[in-house]
């Protein structure tokens, strides 16, 4: 009986029904398709991380130290293989950068040697054919475009044969080393994914026996690479995984010893990544719960009207015997039906939206970004069963609330409605409440002031489970954006009253009687506000957020860069333990980088040297990098971001040549508190080496400085100070020992400014080509990064567009939803506007201003909501980081918000009230 | 005699049920004058409503014509027909039909607005018509803060916001006690006396003794007309209590 007349119901409310359904579907399938993306995601993780690093789980190369630099492949083969179980395949290779020459030009790249029948990575063949008959090569297609070369030209490599550091020494640079230089023909042009790194990008492939012969080295290999049981990967897990393999690369180390290196790059990064994961699942849950909930209030008020409606029918049951659980249960089965159609449903939609949506632009992304893999779809019972729970459970609280009104139904409904209803004073004063409600305000202020606790004693970092700490935060945000929408929908009303302003001045009649509906139906109102207020937060906090950043990029990259051109010792980054072997000479920046084609003025600064600091007498200390500046700073430093407490920009000149001066950061002279022109002590190398040195400026701000900044506690121990080259190298070498000569490597950044009237991109070029790989020199042009930076918003830009859209769909149902009931509910007074003399389109356009003005300025409300929350996150942000802000408004997104509202309320108004509107008056009136 | 404000001819409407067509009125004429006080009346399923509703423009008949005015409401489209309602007539609802989030104030002014009237005169005629009605001090009030003597009183208000000419009122005191319905019915009839044309139906013999004509319709057909002198003593007696 039950099933019989919910089924009726359903046809009797056709279009109720289907909202529910169609809300349902769109929050579950768009669930199910982002958990979907994650698990595929995070599945194809393996192949995906391992593709930008190389695709094999462990490699072995002798020790820089050893007298044999190569790997004897008969005898260490076996060995590994025989290892551990897990691993399933050897592979010899070998890998080393090479000098190519071709048509005149001569550039850096790496050869990789391998043998055919090895299976590691992808190699796409743009041109050519992948063979290495002719002792031809396969050349990447990068490279092949640098040299202007195409199939059967012929290019020289040169290989120079590594010479064995000798222990406890570094390696000199530019030791002359046994070359052999060959000739070879280009058989195939290619692109890679997963043979090696995606940091190659200039290299080719040999035949690896060829490259054997070629080089007399006949049963040896540059390394060994092995690939583990490929199940291993499967479970999931990938911090299991990466802990596996390490266990298999120690296996590997205790048969083979301790004359190899062992790498399991892959491993360690896939360990890395791992936690990534569970905050993505973690976003998407939050996400998922946000969406559901906007689902759930647009059921439960779809159900309560039916329940309102159907009250007199519910009566008359209960009139003839009807128990109350049977009503109950009516309006529970009435949901659960609409609940499994609309979950199944939304299960496909997750399905398709995976498999033809997601999917293909994550590998169009992946594309973009050098990696060229297939993807396959994830759609697992562990994707969609929480998916489903969560709707079922969002369903049933729901229904609760109208299952229960509809079980307490009286009697007299069926005999005297008015009675029943009883009207008490206080529904009676709702009418005429037109204060914001303060309630919400304070429940508001309550969840950010937990929020700011939560966040602000760093409570989540304590639990130690990363997963936990993951959603932990996640929800705060949740709970952060709940209450910011709360605190902010008290001006829902004033924005009301502007928007009816507004619309009162193009039609004055339509907003009378929409302003006196609006504003005098709270509980609506409240329902609809919050609806679109919450769905406005987010892409509103992200999109001004992202406004700054773009505002501030220009700033941004000259404080990082600090000047037009920028050079860093890549190894500074990479191994430090070995970045003095990349230093380069102070004579490098005339002799060398002041050559190249349109770069002009040049400034070296040493590497940072960690020296002891106090005042005159040892009362106040400290520690202080001490950079060694050769060269003008003032020639080459964006000066507008330059800022000097004390002092002025003539320091930088003068500290060159002044012998006893030193440049130090406000925060430090705060903390020795020295004056412009007082005495501090420095502590060198060695014992008992201490000099005094003149403050010759003191700095706030210098960009590409970050540790020149204001703030007392962080420069104690780790700010910068610049001195001359001299009293550098005298600070950093023992007395004891002779000083370095005046043009020994000591510099490990380059600062430069571009030629007037040079090309940006030739220059970035001229740089990358002539110092990013041969002298594993990390270069950047300012005005290259810019443009970079700002391509990498629009991208950002689109993302939280995307965003936008996924996180109104759902407001826009509820909204519709709350629309439709507002309608039906309000159609005999439809009807007497009818009767007394409206027009259709004047009753539409009634319905319009009302909606427009009940979503406009919820959104309006979240907009500023999600604002002011960027505002501060990006203050607070800027004043820690010691960086000028300017403060920019979105205008891609949030006018993209109130669009989609204004669209969402005139299509939802026009669809709601089409077939109301059309009835003659008097058919209204008797319904 | 002069041309009648309302003139029906050879009224017939049928209403589908299913796939059978019912009649409600066949083939109905009547004529009435300006200021005359018109009581449709006859059992369930006579047509008086449907004739009510017809005369008042929220229906259309099936075959015939109606002149309002000189305008033939067969002929006139739909916003043109809500344009005459607004200017032309006045109507009162048995369930009052009042806006429940507008005061009573509001209530009376919202045709004024459909009608663009100003703002200075909407309140100068608002305020004038809730006193006419009895309820000056009540216009803040919403419908829900208001009996149904007292809301209907509003509508009554409400109906007479743009000076119609004609009034229509469909069981106007079916939801009211005697006493209150006899009270409005009195309101009507000052109405009338200051020149408004008032057609109204009622089920209740002892309203129509107001009415200076009494229509009898049975089964979709005019009966008679009877004029007001002809209602029993019976009934007037009840009314003069």
């Not at chain 1, 992304?365 to 709707?391: D, E, F, K, R, Y």
């Not at chain 1, 700073?633 to 330059?642: A, K, R, S, T, Y």
């Not at chain 1, 939280?800 to 826009?812: C, G, M, P, Y």
């Not at chain 2, 000189?70 to 369930?95: K, T, Y």
Request: charged residues 20%; contains cysteine; aromatic residues 6%.
């Amino acid at each position: 009986m039950i099933l019989n007349y919910v089924l009726k119901n359903f046809k009797r409310r056709k279009v109720r029904t289907i909202l529910m359904v169609l809300s349902l579907m769109v929050s579950t399938g768009l669930i199910v398709a982002m958990s979907a993306t994650v698990e595929t995601v995070r599945r194809s993780n393996v192949d995906l991380l391992s593709s930008s690093i190389g695709r094999y789980d462990l490699s072995v190369t002798k020790k820089d130290t050893s007298a044999d630099p190569f790997v004897d492949i008969n005898r260490t083969a076996p060995a590994l293989t025989g290892a551990d179980p897990l691993i399933v395949d050897v592979f010899p290779r070998l890998v080393s950068d090479v000098d190519l020459s071709a048509n005149g030009e001569t550039a850096t790249a790496t050869m990789i040697a391998r043998k055919p029948e090895e299976t590691v990575g992808q190699i796409d063949v743009v041109s050519g054919t992948l063979s290495f008959e002719n002792n031809g090569m396969a050349l990447f297609e990068s490279t092949a475009e640098a040299f202007g070369v195409d199939i059967g030209d012929e290019i020289d490599v040169a290989y120079s044969f590594p010479r064995p550091r000798v222990e406890g020494e570094a390696t000199v640079v530019g030791i002359s080393q046994r070359q052999v230089v060959g000739r070879f023909p280009v058989n195939a042009i290619i692109r890679q994914t997963g043979v090696v790194g995606l940091q190659v990008s200039d290299g080719l492939i040999m035949d690896f026996d060829q490259v054997q012969s070629w080089l007399g080295l006949t049963g040896r290999a540059g390394s060994l690479i092995g690939l583990v049981e490929p199940e291993l990967y499967e479970a999931g897990n990938a911090e299991q995984a990466a802990l596996t393999v390490r266990e298999v690369v120690v296996n590997v180390q205790n048969t083979l010893g301790e004359d190899f290196n062992y790498s399991l790059d892959k491993a360690a990064i896939l360990d890395q990544s791992s936690e990534a994961f569970l905050v993505l699942q973690a976003l998407i849950n939050t996400y998922g719960l946000m969406a559901f909930g906007v689902v759930g209030l647009l059921i439960h008020t779809l159900v309560m009207t039916n329940v309102q409606e159907q009250r007199r029918e519910m009566a008359v049951l209960r009139i003839l015997g009807s128990q109350r659980n049977l009503l109950f249960a009516m309006v529970m089965v009435e949901v659960a039906v609409i609940g499994l159609i609309g979950v199944a449903f939304g299960i496909v939609l997750g399905q398709i939206l995976t498999q033809y949506a997601v999917i293909p632009f994550i590998e169009y992304q992946m594309s973009q970004a050098g990696l060229n893999v297939t993807i396959q779809p994830a759609v697992s019972l562990a994707v969609i069963l929480p998916a489903v729970i969560s709707a079922f459970a969002v369903l049933f609280v729901s229904a609760l609330k109208p299952a229960q009104d509809a079980s307490k139904t009286k009697v007299m409904y069926a005999i005297n409605p008015g009675v029943a209803d009883n009207i008490q004073l206080e529904d009676l004063e709702e009418l005429r409440v037109q204060r914001p409600n303060l309630r919400f305000f304070v429940i508001g202020l309550v969840m950010m002031f937990t929020v700011t606790l939560v966040l602000g004693l760093d409570i989540v970092s304590t639990l130690g489970n990363p997963s936990l700490e993951a959603t932990i935060f996640l929800l705060a945000i949740l709970l952060m954006v709940l209450g910011l929408g709360l605190v902010f929908l008290i001006i829902t009303r004033p924005l009301e009253r502007l928007v009816l302003l507004i619309t009162g001045l193009f039609s004055p009649r339509l907003t009378y009687f929409a302003r006196r509906n609006v504003g005098r139906s709270n509980k609506r109102n409240a329902l609809i506000s919050l609806l679109v207020l919450f769905s406005g937060v987010l892409p509103s906090f992200l999109a001004t957020q992202n406004a700054i950043d773009t505002a501030n990029i220009e700033t941004d990259v000259k404080l990082d860069m600090g000047a037009p051109i920028e050079l860093i010792v890549f190894t500074r980054f990479s191994e430090p333990e070995l970045a003095s072997l990349d230093w380069l000479q102070p004579s490098f920046l005339q002799s060398d980088l002041g050559q190249v084609e349109g770069v002009e003025r040049t400034v070296g600064l040493t590497h940072e040297y960690t020296a002891g600091i106090s005042d005159a007498v040892d009362m106040r200390s400290g520690s202080v990098d001490l950079q060694g500046v050769v060269g003008d700073l003032n020639e080459v430093l964006f000066g507008e971001m330059i800022i000097f407490t004390a002092g002025d920009e003539s320091a930088l000149t003068r500290i060159q040549t002044e012998d006893q001066a030193i440049i130090i950061s406000e925060g430090l002279a705060n903390h020795l508190a020295v004056p412009l022109g007082g005495t501090i002590k420095l502590r060198g190398e060695g014992l008992d080496h201490l000099e005094e040195f003149t403050v010759i400026g003191i700095v706030r701000r210098l960009p590409g400085f970050d540790n020149f900044g204001r703030i007392r506690s962080q420069a104690q121990n780790g700010s910068t100070a610049f001195v001359s080259l001299d009293a550098f190298h005298r600070m950093s070498t023992n007395p004891k020992v002779a000083l370095p000569d005046a043009n020994d490597p000591v510099l490990d950044r380059v600062l430069a400014t571009v030629s007037p009237g040079a090309d940006v991109n030739d220059v970035d070029s001229a740089l990358r080509g002539e110092y990013g790989f041969r002298n594993r020199i990390f270069t950047r042009v300012a005005e290259v990064r810019l443009q970079q930076a700002q391509d990498e918003r629009l991208q950002t830009q689109l993302f939280l567009i995307v965003l936008t859209l996924i996180s109104f769909t759902t407001a826009v149902f509820g909204v519709f939803a709350v629309i439709y009931v507002t309608i039906y509910s309000r159609r005999l007074e439809i009807g007497m506007m009818k009767a007394v003399g409206s027009r259709k389109w004047e009753l539409t356009g009634m319905l319009i201003v009302e909606s427009i003005a009940m979503t406009v300025s919820a959104a309006l409300a979240g907009v500023v909501a999600g604002a002011v929350m960027g505002y501060t996150f990006a203050y607070i942000n800027n004043v820690t980081s010691q960086r000028p802000m300017i403060f920019a408004v979105d205008t891609t997104v949030m006018p993209f918000v109130l669009i989609m509202v204004v669209i969402a309320s005139i299509i939802g108004t026009v669809f709601s009230a089409r077939r109301i509107v059309k009835y003659k008056a008097i058919e209204i009136l008797r319904m | 005699m002069n041309e009648p404000i309302i003139s029906v001819d050879n009224i017939h409407k049928s209403y589908l049920m299913g796939k059978d067509a019912v009649p409600a009125l066949r083939g109905v004429s009547l004529d009435i004058q300006q200021g005359d006080f018109v009581c449709l009346m006859g059992p369930s399923g006579s047509g008086k409503t449907t004739l009510l509703n017809i005369i008042g423009g929220l229906d259309e008949p099936s075959r015939g014509h109606i002149v309002i005015g000189g305008e033939n409401l067969v002929a006139l489209s739909e916003d043109e027909l809500a344009r005459l309602r607004l200017h032309q007539m006045g109507f009162i609802f048995q369930n009052y039909n009042l806006l429940a989030n507008f005061t009573a104030f509001e209530n009376v002014e919202a045709p004024m607005v459909l009608a663009r009237v100003g703002r200075k005169e909407r309140k100068e005629r608002s305020t004038a018509l809730l006193e006419k009605v009895g309820l000056g001090d009540r216009g803040h009030h919403y419908p829900s803060e208001l009996s149904g003597g007292q809301q209907q009183r509003v509508a009554i208000a409400r109906a007479l916001a743009n000076d119609p000419p004609i009034l229509i009122g469909d069981e106007m005191t079916g939801d009211l006690d005697s006493e209150t319905g006899f009270a409005i019915m009195r309101l009507i009839q000052e109405l009338n006396e200051d020149g408004m044309t008032i057609v109204f139906v009622t089920h209740d013999p002892r309203m129509a003794t107001f009415a200076g004509k009494v229509v009898n319709l049975r089964d979709g057909k005019l009966l008679n007309e009877l004029p007001a002198d002809e209602i029993s003593q019976m009934e007037m007696v009840a009314h003069d209590s």
